[in-house]
């Protein structure tokens, strides 16, 4: 048959034997991914001529008038219809196996999304997630660690569990475990009880029963409290709850076993309405059985939460019983994710106060993710996508409402991981929320927040330990930079101080920098004075400064232009910078000069040529003069590289600037504040490879436009829509 099926170990070999066996000219049909490698399924250019030229014969008969019932077969026509046949059902095959997104391999997403989905994570939480696959994993092997290293990172962000249990049981409190029938209210009561026992001992705690239709409740709460030592109160009817928790108000520790109601049951607003009319706050923590089918802990949980928020309260939290019944704890874990709700406690079994353990969120997830097959119960893509696709205009409005909460809950995990990671976007956040505010509220928050004390304690919060100087006012700004710090390696901290509120003079601005930031890095715009430099030899503070390439040095007794010592300089490393958002390759050489024929100056002339990392096209040189010794052993060709990279500062604020222009009406100091912040974080982000940056940037990028690669302009762009999109929906919310 010239329908030829191919299968190699990588695409490449793959497709070696296709042109082996059929030539360069081939018709590729399909390809996709196997457990053993990669298949293709190709026809040669013969077969492609000879169908079509059997397809026009197949016609002349009936243009001649010759009536086709009696027609006799063309020849070649039963081998030419079924292999056309065979063709058809190849291509449908493989065209209905899964739906491929652009721009990546589908072996990637279709073995990670599979994989999520077998251990039962719902297909809206899988798909929300294959959303943010950044652009460097797409292509990698589907057992890449980093692609392992990712979904945990992404499943762990959403996955909020208890932070400090010791803290927690010291403030202590009246907690209410509330849940359906047989979730292990009573056996969770004594083994809730326990851990506090264990650390603070029985005197100030308290257990109490509401239930009275299951028989032996009581008795069952009461030999767990006789085992641990502590007193037990059982309230015949629920109004007398209120009463009970006033006596008890001398107990640190009060832990109440509500009375088992299905989600179902019209009664579960009014009992826990009434757990919110006691004097002393119950929080309610809500169990769900691990064991349950996903759509039944749906239930639960939206049944539970509305009635607590009518209540005047959400949830508090929520504990996961029954562990050890549950095949696969996905769907118990994503439904507490997408309902953002705390874990406190995993308990897996009867055993008190043994079988429970605080939750920790890498071992959950290992446990979820450590599930070795598949499930009858599990959908296969083509499925999971019809369910996707709305068929009716109440689904469609249904889909669309899900959506949106999706995406706030994604934004709000966004802005999570970047306020958690980079230092200042916590500041940069509240100042974003007073653009729209009147000019005396956005003056007020200035004066609050940029003055030296709260600067200094912002810097020394992100360990900076070196200072970006301004170089003055930008082209097409009306105000001069900020002042902007570097941490250990060299990398902008999105802390910008701006310059007015400053000392006057360079070395007043430099002896504040040693004395109260303890500032040894500097990076300047221009080459300093005689006095900053002296004062930066005293200090042994290395530095760099952009120069050009008119600018006079002296060389070997000789005072020459910076461009006629270029041939003179040493080569000494190269190096994949990223530049502007593409990938570049820089030679760096270095040559020592002096200011002047008598300075005492021992600096470095610092040459960095990049080159198209394909072709090898010369795109720019870069100069700097900088520190020629050895101050705190630092490797000045790895800090010349990372400020290459940084090079882009001031073209980014620039482009912030012009942006911010354009909004609502903005204080100059504010605005000027929020462009040196948005630049130095889009810059950040684009250049940093840890687990932050690699989360966060698929979903900047995504609000700057679909199509748009990424690069710092990309990335600036998406953070003023990220800023804009959270802080109106936290204002909805």
């Known amino acids: 048959m010239s329908v030829m099926r191919f299968l190699g170990a990588t695409s490449r070999d793959a497709m070696r034997q296709v042109r082996d066996a059929l030539g360069d000219d081939a018709l590729i049909l399909s390809n996709r991914r196997m457990d053993d490698g990669v298949e293709v399924v190709a026809v040669a250019e013969e ?73 039962g994570f719902s297909a809206r939480l899988v798909r929300e997630m294959l959303e943010t696959l950044p652009d460097e994993l797409a292509d990698v092997d589907a057992d890449d660690p980093r692609l392992l290293a990712w979904s945990r990172r992404q499943l762990e962000t959403r996955l909020e569990v208890l932070d400090d249990e010791a803290t927690m049981l010291e403030e202590g409190g009246v ?136 209540a005047g309260a959400p949830l ?37 106060p043994e079988d429970i353990r605080l939750a920790e969120a890498p071992a959950l997830l290992d446990e979820a993710l450590a599930v070795g097959q598949g499930s009858p119960f599990t959908f296969d893509e083509g499925v999971l996508t019809e369910m996707l696709r709305p068929t009716a205009s109440g689904q469609g409005l249904q889909a669309l409402s899900r959506d949106l909460l999706a995406q706030r809950d994604q934004l709000a995990r966004v802005m999570e991981t970047l306020q958690r990671s980079v230092p200042g976007v916590t500041w940069l956040d509240a100042a974003w929320r007073r653009r729209e505010s009147p000019p005396a509220i956005q003056q007020t928050w200035l004066e609050e927040h940029l003055t030296p004390p709260s600067m200094i304690k912002a810097w020394h919060g992100a360990e900076a330990t070196g200072l970006c100087w301004s170089g003055g006012k930008p082209r097409g700004m009306d105000w001069a930079a900020p002042m902007i710090p570097l941490d250990a390696n060299g990398d902008v901290l999105p802390l910008a101080w701006p310059l007015h509120r400053w000392p006057p003079s360079d070395t007043q601005r430099l002896t504040l920098a040693r004395r109260h930031l303890g500032s040894h890095w500097h990076v300047f715009a221009r080459v300093p004075d005689a006095d900053v430099r002296q004062q930066l030899r005293e200090s042994d503070s290395p530095w760099l400064a952009r120069t050009r390439v008119q600018q006079r040095v002296w060389h070997a007794g000789e005072r020459l232009a910076i461009g006629e010592l270029v041939d003179l300089a040493e080569p000494c490393g190269q190096h994949t910078c990223r530049l502007r958002g593409r990938a570049r ?73 012009q942006q911010l222009g354009a909004s609502a009406p903005l204080d100059c100091e504010l605005r000027v504040y929020l462009a040196a912040q948005l630049a130095a974080l889009a810059l950040r982000m684009d250049l940093s490879e840890d687990g932050w940056a690699v989360d966060t940037r698929p979903v900047v990028k995504r609000l700057a436009g679909e199509r748009k690669r990424r690069s710092p302009d990309t990335l600036l762009h998406g953070l003023m829509h990220l800023l804009t999109a959270h802080a109106a929906l936290s204002q909805a919310a």
């Open 47 to 119: 077969a492609q001529s000879s169908m079509v030229e059997q397809a026009e014969d197949v016609a002349v008969p009936a243009q001649a008038g010759t009536p086709s019932a009696e027609a006799s077969p063309a020849p070649g026509q039963d081998r030419l219809y079924a292999e056309m046949q065979a063709m058809r059902e190849l291509l449908m095959s493989h065209i209905s196996e899964t739906p491929r997104p652009r721009n990546a391999r589908p072996g990637v997403r279709g073995v990670l999304r599979q994989r999520l989905i077998t251990a």
């Open 175 to 310: 907690f209410a475990l509330v849940g359906p029938t047989g979730v292990g209210k009573t056996t969770t009561t004594a083994k809730f009880a326990a851990r506090y026992v264990m650390r603070f001992g029985g005197d100030d705690v308290a257990l109490v029963t509401t239930d009275d239709y299951r028989i032996g409740a009581h008795e069952q709460l009461r030999i767990y409290a006789r085992l641990l030592g502590v007193d037990v109160h059982a309230v015949h009817h629920e109004d007398d709850l209120e009463g009970l928790l006033s006596r008890l108000e001398g107990k640190r520790m009060v832990i109440v076993d509500t009375v088992g109601m299905s989600q179902r049951d019209q009664r579960v607003t009014g009992q826990i309405a009434r757990l919110g009319g006691a004097a002393r706050p119950v929080r309610r923590l809500l169990l769900l059985n691990a064991a349950s089918h996903g759509d039944t802990l749906e239930e639960v949980v939206e049944t539970y939460q509305r009635a607590s928020r009518d």
């Open 316 to 352: 508090y939290g929520c504990l996961l019983t029954k562990v050890d019944e549950a095949p696969r704890l996905g769907a118990a874990l994503d439904v507490v994710m997408r309902h953002r709700l705390r874990l406190y406690y995993v308990l897996h079994g009867q055993r008190v």
């Open 585 to 657: 390759r820089v030679t760096l050489s270095r040559l020592p000069v002096a200011l002047a024929e008598t300075d005492a100056d021992n600096l470095q002339l610092w040459i960095a040529t990049s080159h198209d990392s394909e072709s090898g096209r010369r795109r720019g040189v870069y100069h700097w003069l900088g520190h020629g010794g050895d101050a705190l052993d630092i490797d000045m060709r790895a800090f010349v590289y990372r400020q290459l990279e940084q090079d882009d500062l001031s073209r980014l604020m620039r482009s912030a600037w």
